[in-house]
């Protein structure tokens, strides 16, 4: 994991990161348990992007307003602000095919094209572990022109040169040859994209090298001949974050595993209840 420095965390950089990948008027969608991707989005609302439309699989809504981050109120923007409510099914097969959206996956495997799995590790009728499952992921990523994800802990595990099983479209899903649609991925280490079709280093964290990203990747990865350092949070993108859009830190938590996961899910549960 990058080097944290006295300015700003790893879930800081990532959000700027992603943040800025956010563009005004864009149709942002937000999956379950994805705190880090609400406040960037959160983020580019308040700074460059204050025209954007929420889609969220929590309370299945649509809305424009927005509201800090929350464990125990984390429906009130959803289910309180909502310019409308679907189902699921009428947001992911109807609703977000017509508007072009963007949205960040977060695989639990990914190959060097960009297809996912989100099911099963090992065997699909004998796994070693049964995950979440994909959700509209399999719809989406048919219909998604650009395709964006981020891996908040950079492992062998999860960039992996064959999947177990494939639950999601990749920028690339037939492998070497294919027509690439889609562009981006940001992870603890660094930020990646798709040129010709296979995932490219674009940039590093700092305190991170090329070399140490490649060792945890489980396929050779192609680098851009511009390859740089990734650029700070600035100083009012910190503020926003630590200040307004999530003081409790939320984020984090996806950087987190284990007990150190758990230890900040309570702290953070009774500060809120505090």
Known sequence: MPKMTADYTVSDLMA????????????????????????????????????????????????SDWAPLSLSGIEDIWVGKALRQLTFPEIVCEYLPTLKPKEFLRPAQIDPWGNTNNVAIGDYHRPRLRLPGCGGIADVTTYYDEL??????????????????????GVSPGGPG??????????????????????RLVTYHPGVTPESIQAKTGFPLAIAPDLKETPAPTTEELRLLRQELDPLDIRSLECLSGPARWARLREIANLELS
Not at 42 to 61: D, P
Not at 178 to 199: C, E, M
């Open 16 to 63: 700027s990161c992603i943040a800025h990948q956010v563009n005004d008027g864009d149709v942002v969608v937000q999956g379950i348990a994805t705190p880090l991707v609400m406040a960037a989005y959160l983020l580019a609302k308040r700074t460059h992007a204050r025209n954007i439309i929420f889609a969220s699989a929590i309370g299945n809504a649509i809305c």
């Open 148 to 169: 964006y994800f981020y891996v908040p802990r950079h492992g062998r595990a999860t960039f992996v040169k064959g999947l177990d099983f494939k639950s999601g479209l």
């Open 178 to 199: 294919a027509a690439a649609k889609g562009r981006y991925l940001v992870s603890d280490l660094g930020t990646f994209d798709f040129s010709g079709g296979r995932l």
